[in-house]
């Protein structure tokens, strides 16, 4: 089956940089995911990655290694409004629905 | 694209009665995905389908669960009898063929609550 690890909670002030690592177990593997989801909302996507590397969107990266079936999502120049969950995924067995990790929730203090 | 609608947005009943959570994918998408969110379990996947057609029920917690998709616009996912350890978000997501599970577009949901 799947199974992915994930923090359960980060902290972090304004302005500072934070890292969301996700490792995972799969059988058969077709990439990683990331969702957010403020409080009270529903998840929203920041970024996908099939291959190995790193990939940028604005202030969010996310990174992924095939070989370590290891990721992180990365994010710059905190703002307030980044507090929320951050979920890594993967695709069930059949390759078609996402399966997610149990979230972390990042809190910025200012 | 008024994105995927879900109905109710929230549900509050007593325990042994039925409930029927509502949801329109967005337009043109062919799969359609039911998950259920709590704090102890996540997010949890409870069936999807494709075409209008259910692929894997396999995350139906119990034959309580149900869930329909009689056109390309609608489905419905059924409880019934309710127990309260059915208290949940309920989402609804859709996704299109072009990008399979890359993205998924999640509705707001439906706040239940069994009581």
């Known amino acids: 089956g799947q199974s992915l690890e994930q923090p359960s909670e980060v902290t972090a002030v304004e302005g500072a940089i934070v890292q969301i690592n996700c490792t995972y177990q799969?059988?058969?593997?077709?990439?990683l995911s990331w969702y957010q989801q403020h409080d009270g909302g529903a998840p929203t996507f920041l970024s996908y990655?099939?291959?190995?590397g790193l990939e940028e969107t604005g202030r969010f990266s996310s990174f992924l290694s095939r070989s370590d079936s290891y990721g992180y999502l990365l994010l710059q120049e905190l703002q307030m409004k980044d507090s929320a969950s951050y979920f890594c995924?993967?695709?069930?067995?059949?390759?078609?629905?996402?399966?997610f990790g149990k979230g972390t929730t990042l809190s910025v203090s200012s | 694209d008024a994105g995927v609608i879900q109905s109710p947005r929230h549900e509050v009943t007593e325990m042994g009665q039925e409930v029927t959570l509502r949801c329109k994918p967005i337009?043109?998408?062919?799969?359609l995905f039911w998950y259920r969110q709590t704090m102890m379990r996540g997010l949890e996947l409870l069936i999807y389908?494709?075409?209008?057609?259910?692929?894997?029920d396999s995350g139906m917690p119990e034959d309580r669960f149900s869930a329909k998709m009689p056109n390309a616009s609608f489905s419905t996912l059924k409880i019934q009898p309710s127990e309260p350890r059915d208290s949940a978000v309920y989402f609804c997501?859709?996704?299109?063929?072009?990008?399979?599970?890359?993205?998924?577009?999640f509705g707001s949901g439906t706040q239940l609550s069994v009581l």
């Open positions: 997501a859709s996704s299109s063929e072009t990008g399979l599970s890359e993205k998924l577009f």
């Open positions: 799969t059988s058969g593997f077709y990439g």
């Open positions: 990655n099939a291959l190995d």
């Open positions: 995924a993967v695709r069930d067995p059949g390759g078609t629905a996402l399966i």
């Open positions: 337009s043109g998408h062919d799969y």
């Open positions: 389908f494709n075409n209008n057609v259910p692929i894997d």
